[in-house]
């Protein structure tokens, strides 16, 4: 019996079925259009459509937007929050601050729970975890009546200062599960344990909210998986890079809202490392938007200051990912000045771009691919059809008039302006943290990814373009190459210089022994549990900390100063040895080892691919003709100099002029960008 993991990543034009023999490594790949009201639909499809047998499945992953989604329509359900009296506005009033601050018409957006169904209790911790007053029980079975009445879905319990002693919270919740047994409660003291009252508050009130909506989705998904035969754990990949089983979700929702993102950063790190480059950056591109993502050192780099939506910070872990609206149906137009701008407007999944013959008549990034030879005319393996005249039509009407060019030069126009939006995010995450692009190797996936990635690189002065094997799918292989992971962390607020290492040890051993517990629950054996250490620090007066490892058994703290000196000096390029450290927190990542998936490596043959023929396509103004090669007919140790074109089922591949490609052994194609 053939044993197959299957991987399935959803986006905004395709979903994404990944297959793996588990015996030989082989992978093929499925495509079908997303179905945004229900993205259950399409999954089903997809695996349908690739005859799976599900009960020959060892492990089915999946990397969701549904969370994500939820939080960006607002379809959310009625839902509840219960805070200390006096503090019902914490979410509202948040920092007091604007993501721009000189746009006097734009206000933040208002908070998932309005003010209406958030109501206070009388209870009260001091700063030092001391109850100064108990929880008024009665109250909260007022209160609680309310909440029944009205129907609510779940409900946020924050109380001030619980995260150094979350008791009264926990009563208030089994006031509530009296009251409503079936009504899903998340607590600030269990959800995140630190100090800063607004981002406590938010993650707890985020995660509450998308908890029924993420739950039913999960439900529904597993029963529909177990009729077709499939007998383990749904695996869902969050934030932080690893993934969740249905268990965790009922806890941790608000994980899953930046699901579908990281599945591509860990799938870039994956091929970095494999290729022999510890450093590079993720460039995924797909048809509604592009994300970025960081490797540094052979791990990608992780945030906690992350949102949805501007104002609500989720606080968990996650893996940082820079999201702009540049895909291959980003949406060409003229701006109020006069200037040609790209994106973020979108023709989406549907009616798409205007070579889609769908009805769009405004030019995207994909028509004028399709004018200058770089695209050819079907996609998805033949699936869909474009139509050359209606992408040059599109072009013509849209920024070849009305800016008085020519055809093929408003084509690269809309080319360049999408390359220099996608080079600005590379910027943003590399150049702005302290990282030179130009020790980077650049992994371009994603439907688009490979059409733009040697630009991108120009652009950047980055040296070499790895395109992996299937680059529209490759999201979707990254949610075979994760582990069950869990992030746990405690306020730590001291003096480094006075803190022992036994404090150190202490606050650790609690964290542990609860993500222990956790990986028990979700069936993970000790001989495949992973711990890493990490103490977040500062000098004192910031109030911006920075993370630096910790050894498994601490012995000292200077060597923990002596790091995070050396992290501060690479992040903001200075360092004060001479200033005093404080402590503010202590996290553990908690890991159950998951047989990862083993890409088949191939032995090199050293001669030219034969090309299947030639196109005439268009760089930098001049005409000139294109090799066409056929990605399936080439094999390990192939070399080629641009300009060609690289076809196959899922993504085209582009080598500008004087460019070099060689095939590697895991049939990856390595670019030389030269200028």
């Not at 601050?97 to 206000?107: F, G, R, S």
């Not at 739950?215 to 754990?233: I, P, Q, T």
């Not at 999944?349 to 028509?367: I, K, L, M, Q």
């Not at 996936?445 to 799918?473: M, Q, R, W, Y």
Request: net charge negative; aromatic share 6%.
């Amino acid at each position: 019996m053939t044993k197959t993991r299957v991987a399935v990543d959803v986006g905004g034009t395709f979903t994404d079925v990944c297959i793996m023999d588990e015996d030989t490594g082989q992978i093929r790949i499925e495509k079908t259009p997303s179905t945004p009201d229900d993205p259950m639909r399409a999954i089903m499809t997809g695996v349908s459509d690739a005859q799976v047998d599900l009960s020959e499945v060892t492990m089915f992953s999946h990397g969701t937007t549904v969370a994500t989604n939820a939080l960006i329509t607002r379809k959310l359900p009625r839902v509840a929050m219960v805070c200390t009296e006096g503090f019902r506005d914490v979410v509202e009033i948040r920092r007091s601050n604007k993501e721009d601050l000189w746009d006097t018409y734009k206000d933040v957006a208002k908070p998932y729970i309005p003010r209406r169904d958030r109501l206070t209790v009388k209870e009260r911790v001091d700063a030092a975890g001391k109850i100064i007053q108990e929880l008024d029980e009665n109250e909260a079975r007022r209160v609680a009546a309310i909440l029944k009445k009205r129907d609510v879905k779940a409900v946020a319990v924050c109380f001030i200062n619980a995260y150094v002693n979350g008791e009264n919270e926990v009563r208030m919740r089994a006031i509530l599960r009296e009251v409503m047994p079936d009504v899903h409660i998340s607590i600030s003291s269990e959800i995140m344990p630190e100090i800063f009252e607004h981002e406590r508050f938010s993650t707890t009130m985020v995660n509450a909210v998308v908890s029924p909506v993420v739950v039913d989705y999960v439900s529904r998904l597993s029963d529909k998986l177990a009729e077709g035969g499939y007998n383990r754990d749904l695996l869902l990949l969050h934030s932080g890079g690893g993934v969740m089983t249905p268990a965790s979700v009922k806890d941790f929702a608000a994980r899953l809202a930046g699901s579908g993102i990281a599945a591509g950063a860990i799938a870039s790190r994956f091929i970095g490392n494999l290729c022999g480059y510890e450093n590079s950056i993720g460039f995924d591109m797909g048809g509604t938007s592009t994300d970025v993502s960081l490797t540094y050192r052979g791990e990608s780099t992780v945030t906690k200051d992350w949102y949805i939506e501007y104002g609500y910070p989720i606080r968990f872990p996650s893996i940082e990912v820079l999201t702009i609206g540049a895909g291959g149906g980003s949406l060409a137009w003229k701006d109020e000045g006069g200037s040609l701008r790209n994106g973020p407007q979108s023709a989406g999944a549907y009616p798409g771009p205007a070579c889609y013959s769908n009805g769009n008549e405004v030019a995207t990034n994909s028509d004028a691919n399709v004018v200058l030879g770089r695209l050819g005319y079907s996609l998805a393996g033949g699936d869909i059809t474009l139509d050359p005249a209606l992408a040059e039509k599109a072009v013509r009407e849209t920024v070849a008039e009305p800016f008085g060019m020519e055809l093929h030069e408003a084509a690269e126009a809309i080319i360049d302006v999408a390359n220099a939006n996608m080079a600005n995010a590379v910027r943003l995450l590399s150049i702005s943290r302290g990282h030179d692009p130009r020790d980077f190797a650049l992994i371009a996936f994603g439907g688009a990814g490979a059409l733009h990635g040697a630009a991108v690189a120009k652009e950047l002065s980055i040296p070499v373009v790895i395109v992996p094997p299937n680059p529209g799918v490759t999201s979707a292989m990254g949610c075979l190459l994760v582990d069950i992971q869990h992030d746990f962390s405690d306020s730590f607020m001291a003096d480094a210089a006075t803190t022992t290492a036994e404090d150190l040890e202490a606050a650790f051993s609690k964290i542990e022994k609860e993500a222990v517990a956790r990986l028990r629950h979700e069936g993970v054996a000790p001989e495949d549990t992973v711990l890493q250490r990490s103490v977040e620090m500062m000098y004192q007066g910031q109030w911006r900390s920075l993370s630096v490892s910790a050894p498994s058994q601490i012995t000292s703290t200077k060597d923990l100063v002596h790091g995070f000196h050396n992290e501060h000096e690479r992040e903001y390029n200075f360092r004060r040895e001479d200033a005093p450290v404080s402590i503010f927190r202590v996290g553990v990542k908690a890991t159950g080892v998951v047989q990862k998936a083993k890409l088949p490596s191939f032995e090199v043959v050293k001669h030219a691919p034969e090309p299947s023929g030639t196109r005439a396509v268009w760089f930098k103004g001049e005409k000139c003709e294109a090799a066409i090669y056929d990605r399936a007919q080439m094999r390990a140790g192939a070399e080629f100099t641009g300009p060609a074109i690289v076809e196959q089922i899922d993504s085209t591949v582009v080598v500008p002029p004087k460019a070099t490609a060689k095939v590697d052994q895991y049939m990856n194609i390595l670019i030389r960008v030269k200028d």
